[in-house]
């Protein structure tokens, strides 16, 4: 089974901090993505990437960054947090072609 | 653009109950349909899934039909146990994944 890893499954962090959240997958996915999830608001995609040291915006890319610099590993970056960022933040990642996705567990980040 | 609309919660049922959770979705092109369910402390996983007109997807005594006449793809269960308490999301993939507000459901004894 293929097996999408996030580091952290609960972080509490300061405002203004800057915050690392890692993703891992290990099935040789070309695509990966970063979503949040809030009550009401489903998921909504903050970036995602289709290749190595690639990355397309979201919907929601603002206040955030990321890193692909291995193909197995995507980082999201809070630059400097903010309290409205205090979510649920869900990794996925599929192979380029082909509509699967596959979740990790998730990482609950309150930000004080 | 593509969106997906689902059904508000949360859904209260009584075990053995019937299960129905609505979806409906707009897109462009021709998208495949799924739900996923996300269950206490977990990421989402895929439940089922539809690729075309008709197709009806069926996991875990959970099913939905693909109604491309109705732009439908209403998620049933005959008789839900408490075990399948959870958050379910309907999504569809056409250019990009969408993803609905999600559903929760609780099942009580």
């Known amino acids: 089974d293929v097996k999408v890893t996030q580091s952290s499954r609960y972080l509490v962090k300061r405002t203004g901090e800057k915050v690392f959240l890692e993703c891992v997958q290990d099935m040789d996915h070309e695509n990966m993505f970063w979503y949040r999830q809030d009550p009401g608001l489903g998921l909504r995609l903050i970036y995602f990437s289709y290749d190595v040291k690639m990355k397309e915006k979201g919907d929601i890319p603002e206040g955030y960054s990321v890193s692909r610099e291995k193909k197995e590993r995507f980082s999201l970056i809070l630059e400097s947090a903010s309290t409205n960022q205090t979510s649920m933040y869900l990794c996925?990642?599929?192979?380029?072609?082909?509509?699967?996705?596959?979740f990790g567990s998730g990482t609950r980040l309150t930000v004080v | 653009g593509d969106s997906v609309t689902q059904m508000e919660g949360p859904v209260t049922l009584s075990e053995e109950a019937f299960l129905t959770i609505n979806c409906t979705y707009t897109a462009t092109g021709y998208p495949s349909l799924f739900w996923y369910v996300q269950y206490p402390g977990e990421g989402l996983q895929l439940l089922l899934k539809a690729t075309k007109a008709d197709d009806k997807g069926s996991n875990k005594g959970f099913e939905a039909t693909y109604r491309k006449e109705t732009t439908s793809f209403h998620l049933e269960k005959g008789s839900v146990q408490v075990s399948d308490s959870a958050v379910y999301f309907c999504a569809l993939i056409d250019n990009d994944m969408r993803f609905g507000a999600g559903t929760r459901l609780t099942v009580k004894p």
């Open positions: 996925a990642s599929s192979f380029a072609v082909g509509p699967r996705y596959t």
